[in-house]
């Protein structure tokens, strides 16, 4: 008797349903294998429990706005050749996050920051942190609209308790009061009980030039480099454009300019 028809409905009552995509395959082994019912059935509940695993780690992947391509295995070192390979190989293992200690990140365009930064974020969310990966520029957007709607404070705690914040371009374009304001205070509630990281094309001696209020600047930027993992990218930008199709084919439309010439004149 084939129990498949019975098992269906009870096993989606049970929101258990995933254990019908292994199902067959697990109870073909088992004959093959002779298993026992327990052994069988352990694997069953292996295959879901990975399955759920996998699912929730795709929907925090997902919440924390992370690529999911952008990996340390898949990060190019040779557009940074200088890049230190035991500092980042350290950073993996996310012990960063319990010292609750920054990581500051600086490099010109193209060198592979964003990647670096959401391949980190990866390894945090693979440990069990929440994370949140976000421009310098849409953070203080959303901090702007929450005091628009009187929910700034609100804002600013739940951003606060995140475990880890990757800031992406920091200092692309220079703050305006009171951006400095509510970036500081961010900074100032994460200091020392959460972890942020930040990128930026600036060097790190140029920080200060993104902040209008230079004081407030100078303590923002003093709670950002004190314990902080500082990675320097160099190199040239691995963003390479597109072939111009039109300059490739200069041949063709010179050929067929000169062949309809030719046959006016031969009209």
């Known amino acids: 008797m084939n129990p498949m028809p019975q098992l269906e409905p009870m096993l989606k009552q049970l929101r258990l349903s995933g254990i019908l ?9 088992a004959i093959e294998s002779k298993l026992a019912y327990t052994d069988f059935l352990a694997l069953l509940i292996q ?18 706005q992370v690529n999911g391509d952008k990996t340390l295995e898949r990060f190019d070192y040779s557009h940074s050749p200088s890049v230190n390979h035991a500092l980042i190989a350290e950073l993996s293992t996310c012990r960063f996050i319990t010292e609750h200690a920054p990581v500051l990140i600086a490099g010109p365009i193209g060198t592979g920051k964003s990647h670096l930064v959401q391949a980190l974020g990866h390894c945090a969310l693979r440990a069990g942190y929440d994370v949140l990966f976000i421009t310098h520029n849409k953070l203080l957007a959303q901090l ?16 606060a308790k995140i475990d880890v914040i990757a800031i992406d371009d920091f200092g692309l374009r220079p703050m305006r009061s009171p951006q400095d304001e509510d970036f500081h205070e961010l900074i100032a509630e994460r200091y020392e009980r959460k ?4 990128t930026s094309n600036l060097d790190f001696v140029e920080w200060g030039a993104a902040f209008p209020n230079k004081l407030m600047g100078a303590a923002t930027i003093d709670r950002l480099r004190d314990g902080a993992y500082r990675i320097v990218l160099d190199g040239d930008t691995k963003r390479r454009p597109r072939p111009d199709a039109q300059a490739s084919e200069p041949s063709r439309s010179a050929s067929k300019t000169g062949s309809q010439h030719s046959a006016t004149r031969q009209q």
């Open 195 to 198: 972890t942020t990281l930040v």
């Open 21 to 29: 995509d292994s199902l067959a395959t697990r109870n073909h082994q």
């Open 144 to 159: 702007h609209a929450a005091k628009a709607t009187n929910t700034y404070e609100k804002k600013l705690m739940q951003l």
């Open 47 to 64: 295959d879901e429990v990975a399955r759920r695993d996998q699912h929730h780690f795709g929907q925090r992947l997902r919440k924390a």
